[in-house]
Antibody, heavy 120, light 106 residues
Framework: QVQLVESGGGVVQPGRSLRLSCAAS????????MHWVRQAPGKGLEWVAG????????YYADSVKGRLTISRDNSKNTVYLQMSSLGAEDTAVYFC?????????????WGQGTLVTVSS | DIQMTQSPSSLSASVGDRVTITCRASQTIVSYLNWYQQKPGKAPKLLIYAASNLQRGVPSRFSGSGSGTDFTLTISSLQPEDFATYYCQQTYSSLTFGGGTKVQIK
């Protein structure tokens, strides 16, 4: 069955960088777009980035443009989120989600999330 | 950017009640509207896609309707496992989630 397993979260100091990974299995990875969605403590969902199935198209929320970079390695069935210049506003659980199509549509599977805490 | 406004932000209901949640877009999104359910400490789960299509495995008491700017999610007979937070999402232009509706036990 479809599995998405995020890793790479933890406590990081303000201004530092962090890379999240999401390992996928149970489906043909290079047929589908992938996304990252975050949720600050006690808050709602915020889509932050998406990438098309072949990696040629990348999409970002305005709130993270220039600081977060999404990428994928189809040979490793893994999608990444490189985060830089982190601030307190980036503290959240970060979910990886599989799209139902090759580009942005709807998210039919989600990982369990990885917590990023930005604190000195 | 397209803004998504859900109402109410929370509601209290009893088992067996019919529950309706509304989502309004700041401009037309045609039918590019999806609904998710999230329980505390868990990942969201897709319920409805493209405004009215029931995701495989989701109980038929869930239904979605609407087009353009106004959409609804209806739970025809609320069950104990339905107490959760519900989010709408538009994928017409970029992607945006609504603020969520928390369904609580009355």
């Amino acid at each position: 069955q479809v599995q998405l397993v995020e890793s790479g979260g933890g406590v990081v100091q303000p201004g530092r960088s962090l890379r999240l990974s999401c390992a996928a299995s149970g489906f043909t990875f290079d047929n589908y777009a992938m996304h990252w969605v975050r949720q600050a403590p006690g808050k709602g969902l915020e889509w932050v980035a998406g990438i098309s199935n072949d990696g040629s198209k990348k999409y970002y929320a305005d709130s993270v443009k220039g600081r977060l970079t999404i990428s994928r390695d189809n040979s490793k069935n893994t999608v990444y989120l490189q985060m830089s210049s982190l601030g307190a506003e980036d503290t959240a659980v970060y979910f990886c989600a599989k799209d139902a199509r090759t580009v942005a549509d709807y998210f039919d599977y989600w990982g369990q999330g990885t917590l990023v805490t930005v604190s000195s | 950017d397209i803004q998504m406004t859900q109402s109410p932000s929370s509601l209290s209901a009893s088992v067996g009640d019919r529950v309706t949640i509304t989502c309004r877009a700041s401009q037309t999104i045609v039918s590019y509207l999806n609904w998710y359910q999230q329980k505390p400490g868990k990942a969201p789960k897709l319920l409805i896609y493209a405004a009215s299509n029931l995701q495989r495995g989701v109980p038929s008491r869930f239904s979605g309707s609407g087009s353009g700017t106004d959409f609804t999610l209806t739970i025809s007979s609320l069950q104990p496992e339905d107490f959760a937070t519900y989010y709408c999402q538009q994928t017409y232009s970029s992607l945006t989630f609504g603020g969520g509706t928390k369904v609580q036990i009355k």
